[in-house]
C-alpha cells in the first residue's frame, strides 16, 4: 500500500476483458500492455496456462486507467472464465494468426455476446509466428466471419506480436478510443459487487476483490452479503493498487472487511447495498439458446446456472414450449439448489450439467418471482409485457405481479432495474394514473388496481353472505371486514383500501357499518317481541341488570334464539354489549356516563368501589363497566383508579 488520496470524482476506468482459445497469448498479450505477468499460481507457471483469473492494469496518454481481467481459455476453466465476464466495459478478443479461430474462442464469443458486452476490439496475435503475411489476411477474413452478427462486427481488428512489439501501439491507440463506445457506469444505482477473489492479508484480514457494477460506497460503510444477508462493515478500500475513501462503478477494487473470515466469503457472493438485490431459489427469465445447439432443450433438464461470478444448479421450466431448439428465445423458470441473489435486468450463462458445454444465455426478468396460483396461470403473457414492454408498462406488470401482497418502493426499485429516484417518480405516476394504490404511505407499499378489484368482489361475497344469514343487521362493522383478510393488511392498510372502494361504489358505508347497496334490514315479528321483551328486562334492571343466562332464562327463550335477537339488537344500537353477557340500553349507559362525569369532575379519579357505590350496584358489573369505559376511551386506568378519557374530558 503506497499513498493515500481521496477521490472526489470517479476517475474514468474501464475493465476489459481478454478471450480465446487457451494458448492464443492472451497473458502474454496483457503482459507486453502492462508489464505484469497476470499468471499467479504455481501451476499456472508450471503448466504455461491460465487457470484463474489474472488482474493487471496501466493509464493511456488520456489518463484514462485501462484494467484488464486476463481469464483462462481451456474449455475445463470457463467456470473460472465467467466469474470474470461480469462487469467488463468491452473484451479483447484473441485470436493466434497461426491457428486461426477455434472452439474457445466460438465460446467466448457466444458467452460476451450473450451476456449483451457492446464493445471491444479483435486482436490477431502471434503474426511474428507467421511467415506468410497472407495467413494474416486469411485469419483476418476468418474473424470477419466469426463476428457476423455479433456486438464485435465492425470493431477494429489490430494485428499484433507481444514478442516483437509489432502492432502494440495501435492497439493502445484503439483502447484509447474505447471509452467513446462504453456506457457511463451507472453511479447513481445503489452499490453492487461480484465477489471474484477472498483472501487473508496478515495485519488486516480478510480482503475481497471484485469490479464495481454499480454506485459507490466509502470506508465504514456497512454493506450487505448477498445471498446470506449478513451485514459486513467495509475497514479499507483499494482501487488498482492505491488505498482510497470511496469507490465507484466502473472500478477494480479490493474490500478490507471487517468480522468477518475468509471462509464465509468467497467467490460467487455479491456485495450490495442493503435491500438492493432479491434472494431466491427462483428465477424467471427470458432464454436464448445458441444456434450451435443440436439437441432441443427439453423441459425441466438440469442445468448449470452462471450469474455473476456464481455457479449453482438447477432446473429449467419452460413456460410456454415442451422444448427449446438453438436460436430460439422462450420464457424459462429456472427453479435453483442453491439460493440467488438478483435484480431486474440481470444476464447470465446456462451450462449443461453434462458434459460441460454452453448451451445459451439471457436475463433475469422476475428475481424472486411470486408462487400465487393466479399469477402463474397468466405468468407467459405478463412476463412477456414484461419483458418488451416499456418503462410504465413494466413498472405496473411488476406489481401485478406480486399479486395482493404488492410490493414496497426499495424492492420495486430492484424488480425494475430503475434507480431509487426514477423508481418513486415512475410510482407517483401510475397512482396519479389510477393504476397502482399506495395502502402504506410509511413503508411505501403499492397494489396493483386489478387486485384490489379482486379483494372488492371478495369482500362483496362476505357482505352478501352475511346479508344472508342476518336480514336483521345493517351490516359488518371495519373489524368483522378487516378480519376477513388481516393476515394480509395491517388495520392501517385496510382503512385505505376500504375507503377506495367506498369511492368506487363497490359497497356502502352507513355509519359503523358497511353493507351492499339495496341491503334493507328484515326484522321478523318474532325478533321484534323477543327483543322488546328483552329491552323491558334489561331496563326493569336498572344499572344492574340480569346476565345473559339469567336474561333467557327469564324470558324462556333458547340459547340460539336469545343470543341472535341480542346480537342484532346490538347491531340496531338498541342495545350496548358491556361484557361477552352483559347488555345495557343506550338510555341505562347514557344515565350511567352522567353521574361517572360529574363525580370524576368533583374528584378527579374514582376507584372500582367508589363506581360500585355510585351506582349500587355489584363489583363484577361495575369491573365490566369500568373496562368498557377503558374501551371506549371513556375513561383511563391509573393503577387503582380511573382518570377521564380523551373523550369524556371533551364532552
Same mark, same amino acid.
Given at each position: 500500500?503506497s499513498?493515500t488520496?481521496?477521490?472526489?470524482k ?9 478471450s480465446?482459445?487457451? $494458448?492464443?497469448?492472451k497473458?502474454?498479450l496483457?503482459?507486453a500492455l502492462t508489464g505484469?505477468?497476470t499468471?499467479?499460481w504455481?501451476?499456472e507457471?508450471?503448466?504455461?496456462i ?5 488482474f ?6 488520456e489518463?484514462n486507467?485501462?484494467v484488464?481481467v $486476463?481469464?483462462p481459455?481451456h474449455?475445463k476453466?470457463?467456470h473460472n472464465?465467467?466469474a470474470g *465476464?461480469?462487469?467488463m466495459?468491452a473484451v479483447l ?8 479461430v477455434?472452439?474457445q474462442t466460438r465460446e467466448?464469443?457466444?458467452?460476451c455476446?450473450?451476456?449483451?458486452l457492446q464493445t471491444?476490439? *479483435?486482436?490477431i496475435t502471434?503474426i ?5 503475411p497472407d495467413?494474416v489476411?486469411l485469419?483476418?477474413e476468418e474473424?470477419?466471419e466469426?463476428? %457476423? ?5 465492425? !470493431?477494429?481488428?489490430?494485428p499484433v506480436? =507481444?514478442?516483437? +512489439?509489432?502492432?502494440?501501439i495501435?492497439l493502445r491507440a484503439a483502447? /484509447?478510443k ?14 453492487r459487487?461480484? *465477489?471474484?477473489?477472498?483472501f487473508t492479508?496478515?495485519g488486516?484480514g480478510?480482503v475481497?476483490?471484485g469490479t464495481v457494477l454499480c454506485g459507490? *460506497? ?6 450487505q452479503?448477498?445471498?446470506r444477508?449478513?451485514s459486513?462493515?467495509?475497514r479499507?478500500l ?5 488505498v482510497?475513501?470511496?469507490? &465507484?462503478? +466502473?472500478?477494480r477494487a479490493a474490500?478490507?472487511?471487517?468480522g468477518i ?7 460467487g457472493d455479491?456485495?450490495?447495498?442493503e435491500?438492493s438485490?432479491l434472494? =431466491? ?15 432441443p432443450?427439453?423441459?425441466r433438464t438440469r ?12 432446473r429449467?421450466?419452460l413456460? %410456454?414450449?415442451?422444448?427449446l431448439? @438453438?436460436g430460439k ?5 429456472f427453479r435453483l439448489?442453491?439460493?440467488v441473489?438478483?435484480?431486474y435486468? $440481470?444476464?447470465?450463462i ?5 458434459p460441460?458445454i454452453?448451451?445459451? +444465455?439471457?436475463?433475469?426478468?422476475d428475481?424472486?418471482p /411470486?408462487?400465487?396460483r393466479r399469477v402463474?396461470?397468466?405468468l407467459?403473457?405478463?412476463l412477456?409485457?414484461?419483458h ?9 406488470e411488476?406489481i401485478y405481479l406480486q399479486?395482493?401482497?404488492?410490493? #414496497?418502493?426499495?424492492? &420495486? ?6 434507480s ?5 417518480k ?7 394514473q ?17 387486485h ?5 368482489d371478495?369482500l362483496?361475497k ?7 344469514k342476518?336480514? $336483521?343487521?345493517?351490516?359488518?362493522t371495519?373489524?368483522?371486514? @378487516?378480519? !376477513? ?5 395491517t388495520?392501517k ?11 368506487l361504489?363497490k ?17 321478523s315479528?318474532?325478533?321484534e317481541?323477543?327483543l322488546?321483551?328483552?329491552l323491558?328486562l ?7 341488570p340480569?346476565?345473559q343466562?339469567?336474561?333467557l332464562? !327469564?324470558?324462556?327463550?333458547?340459547? %340460539?334464539? +336469545? ?8 347491531h340496531?344500537k338498541?342495545?350496548v354489549?358491556v361484557s361477552?353477557?352483559?347488555?345495557y340500553?343506550?338510555v341505562?349507559?347514557t344515565?350511567?356516563l352522567?353521574l361517572?362525569?360529574k363525580f370524576?369532575?368533583?374528584n378527579?379519579k374514582?376507584?372500582i #368501589?367508589?363506581? %360500585?357505590?355510585?351506582l ?5 358489573h361495575a369491573i ?14 391509573e393503577g387503582?383508579?380511573r382518570v377521564?378519557?380523551? #373523550?369524556l374530558s371533551?364532552?
Amino acid at each position: 500500500m503506497s499513498t493515500t488520496r481521496t477521490l472526489k470524482k470517479p476517475p474514468r476506468t474501464f475493465v476489459i476483458g481478454t478471450s480465446g482459445h487457451i $494458448d492464443h497469448g492472451k497473458t502474454t498479450l496483457v503482459k507486453a500492455l502492462t508489464g505484469v505477468d497476470t499468471d499467479r499460481w504455481i501451476e499456472e507457471k508450471k503448466r504455461g496456462i491460465t487457470i484463474d483469473l489474472g488482474f493487471a492494469h496501466y493509464e493511456d496518454n488520456e489518463g484514462n486507467k485501462l484494467v484488464f481481467v $486476463d481469464v483462462p481459455g481451456h474449455e475445463k476453466f470457463i467456470h473460472n472464465m465467467l466469474a470474470g *465476464v461480469a462487469g467488463m466495459s468491452a473484451v479483447l478478443l484473441v485470436v493466434a494468426a497461426d491457428e486461426g479461430v477455434m472452439p474457445q474462442t466460438r465460446e467466448h464469443l457466444n458467452i460476451c455476446n450473450l451476456l449483451k458486452l457492446q464493445t471491444g476490439i *479483435v486482436v490477431i496475435t502471434r503474426i511474428d509466428l507467421v511467415e506468410d503475411p497472407d495467413i494474416v489476411e486469411l485469419c483476418k477474413e476468418e474473424v470477419a466471419e466469426l463476428i %457476423k452478427g455479433t456486438f464485435l462486427e465492425g !470493431k477494429q481488428v489490430v494485428p499484433v506480436s =507481444s514478442t516483437s +512489439g509489432e502492432g502494440l501501439i495501435e492497439l493502445r491507440a484503439a483502447l /484509447s478510443k474505447l471509452h467513446k463506445q462504453i456506457p457511463t457506469p451507472e453511479i447513481e444505482k445503489p452499490f453492487r459487487m461480484n *465477489v471474484d477473489r477472498s483472501f487473508t492479508v496478515k495485519g488486516f484480514g480478510t480482503v475481497v476483490t471484485g469490479t464495481v457494477l454499480c454506485g459507490s *460506497v466509502s470506508q465504514d460503510e456497512v454493506v450487505q452479503q448477498f445471498p446470506r444477508q449478513n451485514s459486513i462493515r467495509i475497514r479499507g478500500l483499494q482501487a488498482h493498487n492505491m488505498v482510497v475513501n470511496r469507490i &465507484f462503478a +466502473g472500478q477494480r477494487a479490493a474490500l478490507n472487511l471487517a468480522g468477518i473470515e475468509k471462509k464465509n466469503i468467497q467467490r460467487g457472493d455479491q456485495l450490495a447495498e442493503e435491500k438492493s438485490l432479491l434472494t =431466491s431459489y427462483m428465477l424467471n427469465a427470458s432464454l436464448t439458446l445458441l444456434e450451435n445447439v443440436s439437441e432441443p432443450l427439453k423441459n425441466r433438464t438440469r442445468i448449470r446456472l452462471h450469474l455473476g461470478s456464481q455457479e449453482v444448479f438447477g432446473r429449467i421450466v419452460l413456460l %410456454k414450449d415442451k422444448t427449446l431448439s @438453438g436460436g430460439k428465445t422462450t420464457l424459462v423458470q429456472f427453479r435453483l439448489e442453491s439460493l440467488v441473489s438478483a435484480r431486474y435486468g $440481470d444476464h447470465f450463462i446456462v451450462r449443461s450439467f453434462s458434459p460441460m458445454i454452453t448451451l445459451g +444465455g439471457g436475463m433475469v426478468i422476475d428475481p424472486s418471482p /411470486s408462487k400465487s396460483r393466479r399469477v402463474m396461470f397468466e405468468l407467459p403473457e405478463r412476463l412477456k409485457r414484461l419483458h418488451e414492454g416499456d418503462e410504465n408498462i413494466r413498472s405496473a406488470e411488476v406489481i401485478y405481479l406480486q399479486s395482493v401482497k404488492g410490493v #414496497i418502493e426499495t424492492e &420495486f426499485s430492484v424488480r425494475t432495474g430503475l434507480s431509487p429516484k426514477r423508481s418513486g417518480k415512475i410510482l407517483q405516476l401510475l397512482q396519479s394514473q389510477q393504476q397502482v394504490l399506495c395502502v402504506n404511505p410509511i413503508s411505501k407499499r403499492y397494489l396493483h388496481v386489478e387486485h384490489i378489484e379482486r379483494i372488492s368482489d371478495f369482500l362483496c361475497k362476505v357482505l352478501a353472505l352475511h346479508h344472508e344469514k342476518f336480514k $336483521d343487521r345493517e351490516g359488518m362493522t371495519r373489524s368483522e371486514l @378487516g378480519g !376477513k383478510i388481516s393476515f394480509i393488511f395491517t388495520e392501517k392498510e385496510f382503512e385505505i383500501l376500504l375507503k377506495y372502494m367506498v369511492k368506487l361504489c363497490k359497497f356502502l358505508q352507513k355509519g359503523q357499518y358497511f353493507a351492499l347497496e339495496g341491503h334493507q334490514t328484515i326484522v321478523s315479528q318474532e325478533q321484534e317481541v323477543g327483543l322488546a321483551l328483552c329491552l323491558e328486562l334489561i331496563t326493569a334492571g336498572g344499572f344492574q341488570p340480569h346476565r345473559q343466562t339469567m336474561l333467557l332464562e !327469564k324470558l324462556k327463550m333458547n340459547e %340460539k334464539d +336469545g343470543v341472535a335477537i341480542l346480537k342484532s339488537a346490538v347491531h340496531s344500537k338498541r342495545l350496548v354489549r358491556v361484557s361477552k353477557d352483559l347488555y345495557y340500553s343506550p338510555v341505562q349507559t347514557t344515565e350511567i356516563l352522567s353521574l361517572l362525569r360529574k363525580f370524576l369532575q368533583a374528584n378527579k379519579k374514582i376507584t372500582i #368501589i367508589q363506581f %360500585k357505590e355510585l351506582l349500587n350496584i355489584s363489583r363484577k358489573h361495575a369491573i365490566d363497566l369500568l373496562e368498557y369505559f377503558d374501551s371506549q376511551h371513556l375513561t383511563i386506568r391509573e393503577g387503582n383508579h380511573r382518570v377521564p378519557g380523551s #373523550i369524556l374530558s371533551s364532552n
